[in-house]
C-alpha cells in the first residue's frame, strides 16, 4: 500500500481507538458519550494530534521529504478515514446497543434552541424559529452526518495549516 495512503490509515485508526476508549471510559463514569464526543474541545485538539502525526511519519519516511500537495492529500484522506470510522462507532452505539445517548442529544439540542428563542425569533422570524425548532428533532442518521460533517469542517480546516508548517524544501536541481 501507497505510504501517502498508509500513514493517514494507520492514525485514524489510532485515533479512533482513543474515542472508542473514550466511549467506554464516559459509559463507566455514567455520562453520555454523543455528547461529549462530539465536543469540539475534545475532537477538534484529537483529530489535530493524529492527522500532525500521520503528517509528520509521511514526511520522515519519504526520501523526497514533504511538498504540500502530499500533506494536503495525507491531511484529508486522514480527515475521511477518521470521519468515516468516527460514523461507523456512532452508528454502532445508535443501533446495535440499546441506549438512550442520541435521545438525550436530541434533548440537549432542543433545550438550547428554546433557551435562545428570543434571538432566534428576531433573527429569523417566528416560522424560521419553528422550523429551527422541528429540525432539533432529527433522526439519528441526521445526527451522525452532521457530527460527521463537523469533523470534515475540523479537517479541512486544520490539514492546509499543518501542511505548511511540515512541508520541507525541494532539493535543489543541478
Known amino acids: 500500500m501507497n505510504l501517502l495512503v498508509k500513514s493517514p490509515l494507520r492514525f485514524s485508526f489510532i485515533a479512533i481507538l482513543f474515542v472508542v476508549l473514550m466511549f467506554f471510559i464516559l459509559i463507566f463514569l455514567d455520562k453520555n458519550p454523543v455528547i461529549y464526543s462530539s465536543n469540539i474541545i475534545f475532537i477538534g485538539p484529537l483529530m489535530s494530534i493524529f492527522l500532525f502525526f500521520s503528517i509528520k511519519v509521511f514526511r520522515d519516511t519519504n ?63 417566528e416560522e424560521g424559529y419553528q422550523d429551527y425548532l422541528k429540525s432539533g428533532e432529527s433522526t439519528n442518521p441526521r445526527i451522525i452526518g452532521s457530527l460527521a460533517f463537523n469533523n470534515i469542517i475540523i479537517g479541512v480546516l486544520v490539514t492546509p495549516l499543518v501542511s505548511l508548517f511540515m512541508r520541507t524544501s525541494e532539493p535543489e536541481r543541478v
Not at 76 to 104: G, K, M
Open 63 to 125: 526520501a523526497g521529504g514533504l511538498r504540500f500537495w502530499q500533506g494536503f492529500s495525507i491531511g484529508i484522506l486522514y480527515t475521511l478515514f477518521f470521519t468515516l470510522f468516527y460514523s461507523i462507532v456512532l452508528w454502532t452505539d445508535a443501533t446495535l446497543f440499546e441506549t438512550d445517548h442520541f435521545d438525550e442529544y436530541r434533548a440537549m439540542i432542543i433545550e438550547k434552541i428554546i433557551a435562545g428563542k428570543e434571538m432566534l425569533i428576531d433573527k429569523m422570524g
